[in-house]
């Protein structure tokens, strides 16, 4: 009797070879747009200390309430799989004395996350993020370009119906004013809302604006908005970044009721949804953090990041699985497999794609899986020597091993 299949765990999936030229392509533009941007690549640990997410995303957060998968490892430590980027970035910038490096530190990732989420297409409890972080710059030209490159990102990968909405959470002062008149608001019409915001109205009351509950949606039509009481500071601040988007060409609009998940953030908040997703629209966004660095024990540090999800991104750009990458050479042979596999292994030194036998096949079988591969031509090994086989004229004729190379740099394009 056959053992029972194993199968990858819900809301998690394999990358096969297909779809990893695609992720590929994603890495490759992101990589190209931010070098040039000056940023430099950053990787940090899967698996984080649970505290710098309890502290740093904040504790009233659904991601730390019930997102996270923690774990104890054996030295009874709490350790969690990290669910977003940017905490980790600064974790990284404060252990490391980054602060010290000449301002803007601008750091980018390729990375995978992790969080217990209710699996559906494009949302997965193990999903990829692209991301750019900028540490050290309170300058508005740092939001505005942050946001354009996000941008430029999502259009150079194909993404379709791309909508950019802008807020401004102000200074943690003000929020925090702010906040207690939303509570107010709530509490007076608390009657109206749904269960679950109701249960939420003095743990986070800013994510009442997220519900698509019908009565809570009546109720946060005619609550105050943040937008409202902006600082003059803030508002000068946030009217910069407008005109700057403005005149790189970025189009936008402003959402009094944009909030985002996080609590990190301050002033600029902005994401970025695609109308090919349907109801999972969002493929990014982002916004400034003034005070996380310093919350994990660093130096007063402003700063500002975007995440865009591969995932979304695919899906909004409608690409599909990309076929197989081209066979420039195939090796075919009857009896000597040692020359085979050293035409094989000089044909790769001099930059063909080259593949030889492997599974045993009879010639005639050979011949027939070069073709399934799509090979420009074919070596075949036999007791004359060397052949070279085009199998797109049927033409067949004997090469040594130099003539075998030249032949093919003149024929197949680099």
Known sequence: MSSPTI????GTYDVLPDLAVLRAEVEQTAA????????????????????LFSRGVGQSTDIVQKEMY???????????????????????????????LPAPVKLYYFSNFFRSEKPQEGRYRQFWQ????????????????????????LDRLGARGLRLRLASLGSPATRSAYTADLKTHLRDKSDELSPQVRARIDLNPLRAFDSDDPGTRRVMAGAPRLLDRLSPEDAEHFDEVKALLAAAGVPYEIDSTLVRGLDYYTRTLFEFSSDALGAQSGVGGGGRYD???AQLGGP????????AGVERILLSAGRQPSPPVGVDLFVAYETDRRQAFQTMLDARHHGLRAQMELTGRSLKGQLKHADRLGARFVAVVDDDGLQLRDPRSGTQEPVDSAQLIALLQAEVPS
């Open 32 to 51: 190209e747009l931010l070098e040039a941007a000056g940023y430099g690549r950053i990787e940090t640990p899967a698996f984080e200390s649970t505290e």
């Open 291 to 293: 005070g996380l660095v």
């Open 130 to 153: 692209v991301g750019a972080e900028v540490l050290g710059s309170h300058d508005p030209a740092t939001d505005a370009e942050s946001i354009v490159l996000a941008h430029t990102l």
């Open 7 to 10: 199968r990858a765990p819900r």
């Open 300 to 307: 007063p540090t402003p700063g500002i990041g975007w995440a």
């Open 70 to 100: 923690t774990f104890e490892d054996s030295g009874h430590r709490s350790l969690t799989l990290r669910p977003e980027g940017t905490a980790p970035v600064c974790r990284a910038y404060v252990e490391h004395g980054m602060h010290k």
